[in-house]
């Protein structure tokens, strides 16, 4: 039986909920669906449609199946940094001179899965077979022209999905804008391209990594912490 929850930084702004063992659950849109288990999912109009691990579709009349999915709401009005605060969102910076605007919403639990950081990464190094994850997700919000800050940090796996707005998860050989060599652009709906990280050691190796929003942004992150 499907098990529905709202998570904590959902609003009227940007309504969102978790959903545990969809079995074809009407969702009335636009809505992202995001499939946050590595399990597939499927989205169904006029019949089924995979939706892969770790990525995501905007429906607006359809089912959908699942292990667990992150619904969020795609509202047309635009965000600014004023309605996030409004909301109680927090500066990452907090008061640091000449740090970019970077404004994170509060934090939920979405639950535990089973996760094979080889077969999720597609790293050879880490053959490990499955291990206990739990699932957190929170939302960002920045305004245009941001560079958010090149960094190589995390101990956990994280991909990001696109709410409002347009920007870009970005590669770097070094903690230097101009030593990009991947861009990969996100539109309302989009998740990047599997992770960045690879396993190894029992950590995650990131490369110099950063987002970029080219307009006022909202995205939403989720993250995999190791039990």
């Not at 690879?198 to 942004?217: E, K, L, M, N, T």
Request: with cysteine; proline share 7%; net charge negative.
């Amino acid at each position: 039986m499907a098990v529905l929850r709202t998570v904590n930084f959902s609003s009227d702004l940007i309504a969102a909920r978790v959903i545990d063992n969809a079995d074809e659950v009407s969702v009335q849109g636009p809505a992202i669906v995001v499939n946050v288990s590595p399990t597939p999912a499927f989205t169904a109009g006029s019949q089924p449609c995979l939706l892969p691990p770790f990525s995501s579709t905007i429906v607006t009349k359809a089912q959908i199946t699942g292990t667990k999915l992150l619904v969020v709401g795609v509202g047309s009005a635009e965000l600014d940094q004023d309605h996030c605060r409004n909301e109680g969102w927090t500066d990452f910076y907090g008061t640091k001179p000449g740090a970019p605007v970077l404004l994170k919403s509060r934090q939920d639990s979405l639950g535990a899965i089973e996760l094979d950081c080889g077969q999720m990464l597609g790293n050879v190094v880490d053959q490990t077979g499955p291990s206990p994850f739990e699932v957190r997700a929170n939302l960002w919000f920045s305004p245009a022209g941001t560079d958010c800050g090149i960094h190589n940090q995390h101990d956990f796996i994280e991909v990001h999905t696109q709410v409002h707005g347009h920007g870009r998860m970005q590669k770097f050989m070094s903690d230097a804008a101009d030593t990009i060599y991947e861009d990969q652009l996100l539109s309302p709906g989009n998740t990047n391209p599997t992770p960045f990280c690879v396993a190894r050691g029992g950590s995650f190796q990131y490369p110099w990594h950063q987002y970029r929003a080219d307009s006022d942004c909202v995205w939403l992150a989720v993250e995999y912490h190791r039990v």
